[in-house]
Structure formats: C-alpha cells, structure tokens
C-alpha cells in the first residue's frame, strides 16, 4: 500500500495532468465547433471542460480529506473524496441536460454545417489524447486505490468513443450530405447524463457502506488463519472511513486451554501483522474451543449438519460446549435473504432443542458481510 503522502501527490499530479489536456482540448473544440457550425464539436468541447474541472475538484477534495483527524473528527476526513465525486458527478449531469437541450433545439432548427481538413485533425488528435489520458488515469487510480481518478480516465475513454462519433457523423455529412449533428449531440448529452447518473449512485454506495472487497478480505482471512494457535478467522468487519482508512474487527478461534497472557500476545501479533500489511487495524475478539472430548465432538459435528443443512445458513462457528452450565452457544451466519431475523432465530432454536434435551442453545447471528462462506 502507498503511504498518504505518495498517495496525495500521485492523485494532485494526475489530476493536473488531466486539466491540462482537458482545457488545450476544450479550446481547440470549441474553436473549431463554433467555426464550422457543429453543435456537436462544441459539446464535445465543453464536455472536457466539465472533466477538467472534475479534475480541479478532485484535488481540492484530496487537500481536505488529507486533514489529519480531531477531536471533532477523531477518524480524519477521508470520506470528503466520496462528497467530491457526489459535486463533480452533478456539473457531469449539469452538462449533460444543457448538451441535450441544445441539441434538441438543432434538431428543431437545424443550421448549415461545414467541416475543414483542420476539423478533421484536431477531432483525430483528441481521440488519440483521450484514450492515452484514459489508460493513465485509470492505471493511477488503481494503483492509488482512488474511485474519482479511476471514473475520471474511464470517462476520458468513453471520451475518445464520443468524438469518434462525431468524427463519423462528419463524414456522413460530407460524403451524403446527412446532418446528424443534433441527434449526435442529443445521444451524447444523454450519454453524459448516463454517467453522471452512475457516479451519484456509486459515491452513494460507499457513503453507506459497501461489502468488503472478496479479495481483501480472503486475504486477512489467510493471514490471520496462518498463526500457529488460531484455529480459524470469522466475523471479519471493516469499517471505510475513505479509501485508505479503515478500521476493524475479526474473532479467532482458539484452544480454551491458552492462558490469559497467550492470548494477549497472540492478538497483539495478530494485530501488528495486518496494520503492517494492510494499513488496517483490527480488534481481535476471540473464541474459546473445546472438541477434544468424544461427547463434545459429537454434539459440534451433529449440531453443524443440522444448521448447514438449512439453505439460507452459509457458516457455524465459535460452538462452545458448557458442560457445566448445560450450555450450548454458538454463531451462524445467514443471507440477507432471510428477513425476520427473529422468527427464523427462535425457530431454529425449537429445533435443536429437540435434539439436545439437555442443554440451553444461545446463538448470535451474523450475516454475511465478508466471511469467505
């Protein structure tokens, strides 16, 4: 993982690259749209300069969410990066109902159009630009783990496939002398419109909380698992407070035999290994095993057939037996499928209470939020 301060710079660095190469290429359009009369050039044109100013954004955005944390904000300001793909993906729509709209009005009224070899050029040169922008920025945003770089080279790309179209509407203008510059203009604004859409719901989606990325967690779940005394992993919870800032917590499973002082030292190693990782840091809660005897195995072996034989259980962990007590606690995982998570607890319950007559059940129910299951 990059460190804040490489990861600030690389997306500041990339950013004006973008404006740059946005704003060279908005003059260039707009002055070669307005002298040939095509509304779509000059859409196109405008277009990148909204990129542009995404891009301006992007990095008053990455300033802000670099603000080490307080007393107010004692988990920082990394989530300021998914409010500024929120502001940029609205001037995105903004631009894209105001090329619609314009492009409409064309179409109502069309105007003569004409195309000079020099058009031509600067529409080439723009495409070739885009999809070298658009490769650049994606390829850095992936590296700097940055959703606002990575959307701003894939709409520098789809870009390039714009003014494509629009390359080829100008040679149907001139070899058949059909204008469909407004049409174009109109299926771009909506296109524009498409993808600020998209934007909203994804910055929207991290605000409220996405499911922890499969490969990541997988990961954790190894390393953790790799220790010498965990006898598994479960309940794996991330908290994203921005894209390099998250805060967690995981169970292992472990011998009820190790001491007080075992355990400590296991979790603080637990724990240093994936802050240095991974730049996470975990609470470890723990489980407390104990299948060694004959009769407990067989009420852990018998007790897990049953839940797994339930379609919407996907994973038992942490069976405690308490022998002395007459206790039988234990953790299920179960899909979002199942709604009335009260109902379908206290039925399972019944059930297994008429197999272990003897013993109380307790079960906490998890749900799949990123145990690998």
């Given at each position: 993982m990059l460190d804040g301060t490489s990861r600030e710079e690389n997306i500041i660095k990339t950013s004006i690259i973008g404006?740059?190469?946005?704003?060279?290429?908005?003059?260039?359009?707009?002055?070669?749209?307005?002298?040939?009369?095509?509304i779509a050039i000059v859409l196109d044109g405008v277009n990148n300069l909204s990129d542009a100013l995404s891009s301006v954004i992007t990095i008053i955005g990455m300033y802000l969410s670099s603000k080490p944390p307080n007393r107010k904000?004692?988990?920082g300001y990394g989530r300021i990066e998914y409010f500024t793909a929120l502001i940029i993906?609205?001037?995105?729509?903004?631009?894209?109902?105001?090329?619609?709209?314009?492009?409409?009005?064309?179409?109502?009224?069309?105007?003569?159009?004409?195309?000079?070899?020099?058009?031509?050029?600067?529409?080439?040169v723009a495409i070739i630009v885009k999809l070298l922008l658009g490769r650049y920025t994606v390829k850095k945003g992936e590296e700097n783990n940055s959703e606002s770089?990575?959307?701003?080279?894939?709409?520098?790309?789809?870009?390039a496939i714009v003014t494509t179209a629009t390359l080829i509407s100008a040679v149907?203008?001139?070899?058949?002398?059909?204008?469909?510059?407004?049409?174009?203009?109109?299926?771009?604004?909506?296109?524009?419109?498409?993808?600020?859409?998209?934007?909203?719901?994804?910055?929207?989606?991290?605000?409220l909380g996405k499911r922890v990325n499969e490969e990541l967690s997988e990961n954790i779940h190894k390393d953790v698992e790799k220790f010498d005394k965990v006898q598994g992993a479960y309940d794996l919870v991330l908290n994203n407070y921005g894209p390099e800032n998250y805060i967690g917590s995981i169970h292992i499973g472990v011998d009820e035999s190790l001491s007080g002082k075992e355990i400590y030292k296991l979790s603080r190693e637990i724990q240093g290994e994936i802050l240095k990782k991974y730049g996470i840091f975990l609470t470890i809660g723990i489980y407390a095993t104990n299948s060694k005897d004959p009769e407990t195995q067989e009420i852990i072996s018998s007790?897990?057939?049953?839940?797994?034989?339930?379609?919407?259980?996907?994973?038992?962990?942490?069976?405690?037996?308490?022998?002395?007590?007459?206790?039988?606690?234990?953790?299920?995982?179960?899909?979002?499928?199942?709604?009335?998570?009260?109902?379908?607890?206290?039925?399972l319950i019944n059930e297994l209470l008429n197999v272990f007559?003897?013993?109380?059940?307790?079960?906490?129910i998890d749900r799949s939020i990123s145990d690998i299951v």
């Open positions: 404006i740059i190469a946005n704003i060279i290429l908005t003059l260039f359009k707009i002055f070669v749209g307005t002298v040939s009369g095509s904000h004692p988990y993906a609205a001037i995105i729509i903004t631009a894209g109902v105001e090329s619609f709209i314009e492009s409409v009005h064309k179409i109502i009224s069309p105007t003569n159009v004409s195309y000079s070899l020099i058009a031509f050029v600067i529409m080439i770089l990575i959307n701003s080279g894939k709409d520098a790309s789809f870009d149907i203008f001139i070899l058949f002398h059909i204008n469909l510059d407004g049409i174009l203009g109109a299926i771009i604004g909506i296109v524009i419109i498409k993808a600020g859409i998209e934007m909203i719901l994804d910055s929207l989606s991290e605000i007790l897990s057939e049953i839940c797994l034989s339930k379609k919407n259980i996907h994973q038992v962990h942490g069976v405690y037996v308490d022998k002395e007590s007459n206790y039988i606690h234990f953790d299920i995982v179960v899909d979002f499928d199942v709604e009335d998570i009260n109902e379908y607890k206290e039925n007559k003897d013993y109380k059940i307790s079960i906490i």
